[in-house]
């Protein structure tokens, strides 16, 4: 068996021999703060004065030592290290007969002291990776792995796992079980010294393939997503910081809870955003559809109509261009026009694109009338040319400049135009459930949706290619539309994907049945599916008892298999027969249903850590009020958590991807009758029932959903 030191323990260190191994590795954790302190220090003395050309240099220069400052901040309720591995020989060479092989403490950054030696290995280097991967059927030359426990950032136990010696019964990590199982107080924390293997080849997969993870409630994986990021920008860090990273996330309450994981491992210049951040360029979303026709408008097909709509600008020219210079005059005849229009139609080129092309076809067309007649015409010639205002007007006239957002509106106001479009696209029903039934006067004016903003987006691609950054992640996955899917994918379009979620969370009416699907609308679809099982967060009970509702909401699909037992952490409470209450007296069964909430939120707030409170959108207020009449302040889902205050009313609209130690769920059948059909209810409700970490106590007035109460 391990050992599991504690500080009165004495054990000998089963490498070294010291009689107080604890002390020695505490020392060496005082060694590495220090050195990483004079890291800092380094980089806070450096002079640029004399290195910079220009103050624009010196700016730049000073803003990559700001960010490197930061960087090397000590976190002092973060572990510096959190594991040791001491391999049998030497890495990358040979020892002599009977040497000692090489040690390293593996940490969530680099550090090394002042002669450059390491005193800790940053987690995502080759070094470090057995730490994750090396097991007793493949220890990869790993005599003894060590795991620190920590307590308010001082390290106070350890525990070792000697890979190599059959003498030593294989065992469950305490250290690593009591790490996944810490109260959550705050943001959401990385996971560096718990990755598991499965989630570890997710990490470190290589920059050029997309990726997409497929992972139940508890599987961590939004946490091997942020992991992924940083593991790319240490591999490949001079091509991403060309290009650009972004973390994308179902909403603002979500990218708060997890905006601190990758400052915690030294990454500061990640973004992060929502699809509606990415698309709400140049207007204003103040309306909002029902929901069958945010389905049409989110289909794949909206992107064909669009293509139409814009390319009906294009016309036949109508006469010939006529260029005048000094005395003399240059003729393109029509058909000639016409030509070079139908040969840009054919490249399937940007609309904006072919637009700007025009005018220096038609210019060539012209200096070569000039060469036949004797000039020497050259690029500036031709440039002048195509500013000439009769190949303008002509260019105008022909292939004329279209913006994005008035040609949406014209779609959505002008019945003959879109149908024009649309034919062979969309039947009548769909087309009349676009139009407005009242129309703006102008793009200002106009009451746009999300779903508007994603088309506009994409009539912009049409006209202009998007930017391209080097790797995305989608969290959260599963709720887009295939319209959605398009505008996440123009942004890596060039790079690649980390794609995240759960199909049996989809909570949205377009929310995709199929990742094969997702990918093919992402553009990715060459993409590599890996399926988390394995659930390390959520209680054995409290998974089984939601995986319950899995043959109805999404068939076929594997149910998580939780690694914890956690013994009394599902507890289901029927309020109206607790009380002795009639069921069928509306009046009284809420305001039982109530007090019993605020009972058992006082009950779970004797517990360490955070509690959620979550029901269905239109119970929030009345839940709300009684909480405060009872003397409890809550917080909103996004707002970090602290010692003093640990309760969160959170609607269940919000709940996906946050994670509370103990969850409150008041009525369960009024969250799926929220939903505008059972089955995205039921999913809805799935996402509540996954949100404890440590305990769940659902309470009901009405009846059990069907699927839920079978048993």
Not at 87 to 110: D, M
Not at 113 to 137: C, L, T
Not at 425 to 453: F, H, N
Not at 650 to 672: I, Q, T
């Amino acid at each position: 068996m391990p050992a599991h030191v504690a500080e009165s323990d004495s054990t000998p260190d089963p490498t070294t021999g010291a009689t107080d191994p604890l002390a020695h590795e505490r020392a060496h954790l005082a060694a590495s703060r220090a050195a990483l302190r004079g890291m800092r220090e380094d980089v806070q003395a450096l002079d640029i004065r004399d290195v910079t050309a220009n103050w624009v240099n010196a700016a730049v220069l000073q803003s990559q030592i700001d960010d490197r400052i930061k960087a090397l901040a000590d976190l002092a309720h973060t572990p510096l290290f959190f594991g040791r591995l001491d391999y049998l020989h030497a890495v990358g060479g040979e020892l002599a007969e009977g040497a000692e092989g090489e040690r390293f403490y593996i940490g969530r950054r680099h550090v090394h002291d002042a002669a450059g030696d390491p005193m800790v290995i940053d987690w995502r280097a080759p070094v470090s990776q057995p730490y994750y991967q090396a097991s007793r059927k493949n220890p990869q030359d790993v005599g003894l792995r060590r795991r620190f426990g920590y307590t308010a950032g001082e390290l106070t136990a350890y525990e070792d796992e000697h890979l190599t010696d059959p003498a030593e019964a294989e065992h469950t990590s305490r250290l690593l079980q009591a790490e996944i199982e810490r109260p959550r107080v705050g943001p959401m924390r990385d996971i560096v010294a718990t990755i598991q293997p499965e989630q570890d080849e997710i990490v470190r997969s290589g920059l050029g393939g997309t990726v997409c993870v497929q992972g139940g409630p508890g599987t961590g994986k939004t946490a091997v997503g942020l992991h992924r990021v940083a593991y790319l920008l240490y591999a490949h860090r001079e091509r991403l910081a060309r290009t650009g990273t972004l973390v994308i996330g179902p909403n603002r309450s979500f990218l708060h809870y997890i905006e601190q994981v990758l400052p915690a491992l030294g990454e500061l210049e990640v973004k992060q955003a929502t699809v509606d951040d990415l698309v709400r360029t140049g207007v204003e979303v103040r309306g909002e559809d029902e929901a069958a026709t945010a389905v049409v408008k989110g289909d794949a097909r909206m992107a064909e109509v669009l293509r139409r709509a814009i390319r009906s600008h294009v016309t036949a020219p109508a006469e010939p261009v006529v260029v005048v210079r000094g005395s003399r005059r240059w003729r393109v005849p029509a058909h000639e026009v016409q030509e070079m229009v139908d040969e840009l139609l054919a490249r399937d080129m940007r609309y904006g694109a072919a637009h700007e092309a025009l005018p220096q076809r038609i210019a060539h067309a012209v200096l070569v009338r000039m060469e036949e007649a004797g000039e020497a015409p050259d690029d500036r010639v031709q440039n002048a040319v195509a500013r000439n205002p009769a190949v303008k007007a002509a260019v105008k006239a022909v292939w004329p400049a279209v913006d994005p957002a008035k040609l949406v509106l014209r779609l959505l106001s002008d019945a003959e135009f879109l149908a024009a479009n649309a034919e062979g696209l969309l039947d009548e029903d769909e087309q009349k459930r676009l139009l407005w039934a009242k129309p703006a006067r102008g793009v200002k004016s106009a009451k746009w949706s999300a779903a508007d903003a994603v088309l506009i987006d994409e009539a912009g691609d049409l006209i202009a290619r998007t930017h391209s950054l080097g790797h995305v992640v989608l969290d959260e996955a599963q709720d887009l539309s295939p319209m959605q899917y398009r505008a996440v994918g123009r942004r890596c379009s060039t790079g690649s994907a980390t794609v995240l979620g759960d199909l049996a969370q989809g909570t949205t009416p377009w929310s995709t049945e199929s990742w094969s699907e997702a990918l093919f609308h992402l553009g990715k679809a060459e993409a590599v599916v890996e399926e988390l099982t394995a659930g390390f967060r959520v209680p054995r009970e409290v998974i089984a008892y939601a995986s319950r509702l899995l043959p109805v909401i999404s068939p076929g699909l594997a149910a998580v298999e939780s690694v914890r037992e956690s013994p009394g952490s599902l507890v289901v409470r029927e309020v109206a027969s607790a009380e002795g209450l009639d069921p069928a007296d509306p009046s009284a069964a809420p305001d039982a249903l109530n007090a019993a909430v605020v009972a058992a939120c006082e009950e779970s707030l004797l517990q360490e850590g955070s509690i959620g409170l979550i029901a269905a959108d239109a119970r929030i207020p009345a839940l709300g009020a009684a909480l405060t009449a009872a003397g409890h302040a809550c917080l909103s889902p996004g707002e970090e958590t602290t010692a003093a205050s640990r309760l969160t009313l959170v609607p269940a609209s919000l709940a996906k991807g946050l994670e509370y130690d103990y969850v409150v769920l008041d009525e369960p059948a009024a969250v799926v009758d929220g939903e505008p059909d059972e089955r995205t209810g039921l999913r809805r409700l799935y996402v509540a029932l996954t949100r404890a970490v440590s305990g769940l106590t659902v309470l009901h007035a009405a009846p059990l959903p069907e699927a839920l109460a079978r048993r």
